[in-house]
């Protein structure tokens, strides 16, 4: 799904809704947008400064991958 000419707050609302069906590393939500990495970078910063979302290294059979997530609410 590739919005062109959306606003940060759409591609926020992109990448928690794709958060809500499971955990996305960079190049998963870089598809979804279809954003530059610098865009996709800032709104993640956006949403983890906001506490809605967080990030961890998911590890792989040859390296961990940046991963993220939706908040996890104690």
Known sequence: ?????????TIAQIIL???QQGDKNRGELF???GKSYPILVQTLQQLKDKELIESYFAP?????VLTYRLHSRD
């Not at 799904?1 to 707050?9: K, N, R």
């Not at 792989?60 to 961990?64: A, G, I």
């Open 60 to 64: 792989t059979e040859n390296v961990s």
């Open 17 to 19: 809704e794709a958060l």
């Open 31 to 33: 598809d979804l947008t």
């Open 1 to 9: 799904m590739t919005v062109e000419g959306s606003s940060s707050a």
